[in-house]
């Protein structure tokens, strides 16, 4: 991913001015199969790690975004404007969370 020029929520966390949480490329890359329906030794073979550095990303993200499950993770993600809504998943450049208030 090549989070270049545009808005500023493409932008590295560095570059950005919107003050909310970014996440991380390894969150992404996870983020993106989560949304394809993969379970966490899946993603884990993919990423060649453990299942359990898997479920630790999961849970990091779920409390970023306020989620309570998975579902919902991919759901607010993907109302977040991280991913685009085509099959297969695939993420839009976007890497900021949500405000929650």
Not at 42 to 55: G, L, N, W
Request: contains cysteine; charged residues 25%; hydrophobic residues 35%.
């Amino acid at each position: 991913m090549d989070p270049t020029n545009g808005s500023p929520c493409e932008r590295t966390p560095e570059q950005c001015c919107c003050h909310a949480e970014h996440l991380t490329d390894r969150e992404l890359e996870v983020l993106c199969y989560l949304a394809a329906g993969l379970t966490n030794e899946e993603a884990a073979e993919k990423m060649h790690v453990s299942a359990h550095t898997i479920a630790g990303h999961v849970q990091t993200m779920r409390g970023r975004f306020g989620a309570r499950t998975r579902t919902d993770l991919v759901f607010r993600a993907s109302a977040a404007g991280l991913l685009k809504p085509v099959w297969p998943p695939s993420l839009t450049g976007r890497r900021c969370v949500p405000l929650r208030g």
